[in-house]
C-alpha cells in the first residue's frame, strides 16, 4: 500500500460516522496495514475492521485494537 | 478519613450506546476514593442528543458531584446547546470559560473550565496572521485561552483547578506525532493557567500521550485521557 493510501485510512477511521476514532495509529506493512490503538468497546473493534474492508476491500488490515481497561484506580497521587 | 481535597478525573470516554454499564462498577466506588469527578472532554463520539443521554446515564446520579468540559467530538453535530442541556439536566455541571465552587469538608474547591483549542507551543505556533481561516482559528484559541484565564482569576476558593479538553502544555503529548502538536493543544492555555495561583491543571485530548507534566509557572498539567490512565479515572489529592 502506499502513502496515499495511508492517509486515506487515516481520514476514513475519522470522518465516517460508524468509527470516528482520531487516536489509532495507522502502520503501513509491505501487503497492507497495521492498526494500533484502544477504543472503548469491543464492537468498536469489529466495526473498525469492516468499515476498512468495505472501502479498500484488497487492503490486508491487521487490527491490534484493544479496548480500555475500565477498573478502579488503587493509587492517589499527591499533588 | 484524609485532609485533602480527592479529584477523580478522566477524559475522552466516547460514550454510545455500547459503552453504558462498562464504567458504572468502577464509578459506584467514587463515594469512597473522591470529593468530585471532573470529565475532560470528548464525553460522545459525535455530540448527538442521545449519546448526550448515555453520558448523563453513565455518569449521573453518583456519590460526588460530576463537573466537565466539553471536547471537539460533543462539538461534531453542531448541538453544542442540546448536549449541554442534557448533561445539566443529568446532574453534571458543564462549565465553558466559566467556574463552580464546592465545599470539600471545608474547603472551597474552585474548578475552571474551557475546552481550550490548538494553535502549538511557544515559538512554534501559528499566528492570527494571513487567511482569514487561520486568523479564525488562533483568534479562536485566543478567546477561549482569555475567557479561562478571566474564569480562573475570578473564582473565589481555597484550592484552583484549570479543565480543559485541549492541552496546555507539550508535556503531555509525549508518545503523539510531533506533526499534530498544533492539533492538540496551545500555549496560551498555559498562560491562562500560570495567570492565577492554580494547583492543577487537567486535560485530554491526546490519546497517544504521557501523563504528567508542568506549565512554564510550575503548575502541575496531568492528561487524563482515558486511553493514557487505562482505568475508570485517576485520583489526584490536592492540599490547600
Ligand atoms: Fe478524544
Ligand atoms: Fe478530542
Known amino acids: 500500500m502506499n ?32 492498526l494500533v490503538g484502544e477504543v ?20 490486508k488490515v491487521r487490527c491490534d485494537l484493544g479496548v480500555t481497561r475500565v477498573g478502579v484506580p488503587q493509587e492517589v497521587e499527591q499533588i | 478519613m484524609s485532609s485533602g481535597v480527592r479529584v477523580a478525573a478522566v477524559g475522552d470516554v466516547h460514550v454510545d450506546r455500547d459503552v453504558v454499564g ?4 468502577a464509578l459506584e466506588e467514587l463515594g469512597d476514593k473522591a470529593d468530585v469527578l471532573l470529565l475532560a472532554g470528548d464525553l460522545t463520539r459525535h455530540g448527538t442528543a442521545d449519546e448526550a443521554h448515555c453520558v448523563a446515564e453513565e455518569f449521573g446520579n453518583l456519590a460526588v458531584p460530576v463537573v466537565a468540559v ?11 446547546h442540546l448536549v449541554t442541556k442534557i448533561l445539566e439536566d443529568g446532574g453534571i455541571t458543564v462549565l465553558e470559560q466559566s467556574s463552580t465552587v464546592l465545599d470539600v469538608r471545608g474547603t472551597r474547591l474552585g474548578i475552571a473550565g474551557a475546552k481550550g483549542f490548538g494553535g502549538g507551543f511557544a515559538g512554534k505556533c501559528a499566528s492570527e496572521f494571513g487567511e482569514p481561516e487561520t486568523k479564525a482559528f488562533i483568534h479562536h484559541t485566543r478567546d ?31 508518545g503523539e506525532p510531533l506533526e499534530i502538536y498544533p492539533f492538540l493543544g496551545s500555549y496560551l492555555l498555559a498562560q491562562a493557567v500560570d495567570s492565577a495561583p492554580t494547583a492543577l491543571a487537567v486535560h485530554g485530548h491526546a490519546h497517544a500521550g504521557t501523563e504528567r507534566g508542568a506549565t512554564p509557572g510550575g503548575v502541575k498539567v496531568r492528561n487524563v485521557a482515558h486511553p493514557v490512565i487505562k482505568q475508570a479515572y485517576n485520583v489526584y489529592e490536592l492540599t490547600p
Not at chain 1, 496515499?4 to 501487503?31: F, H, K, M, N, S
Open chain 2, 70 to 80: 466539553l471536547g471537539n467530538h460533543d462539538y461534531h453535530s453542531d448541538e453544542v
Open chain 2, 144 to 174: 477561549v485561552s482569555n475567557g479561562l484565564a478571566a474564569a480562573l482569576q475570578a473564582v473565589e476558593c481555597d484550592v484552583r483547578v484549570a479543565l480543559m479538553h485541549y492541552s496546555p502544555v507539550p508535556d503531555t503529548l509525549v
Open chain 1, 3 to 34: 502513502e496515499y493510501t495511508e492517509g486515506e485510512v487515516q481520514q476514513l477511521l475519522t470522518e465516517d460516522p460508524r468509527t470516528a476514532e482520531q487516536g489509532i495509529r495507522v502502520v503501513r506493512t509491505d501487503d497492507g496495514v497495521v
Open chain 1, 40 to 59: 472503548e468497546s469491543p464492537e468498536r473493534c469489529a466495526q473498525i475492521e469492516s468499515v476498512l474492508h468495505e472501502a479498500f476491500p484488497g487492503l
Open chain 2, 22 to 25: 462498562r464504567y458504572r462498577p
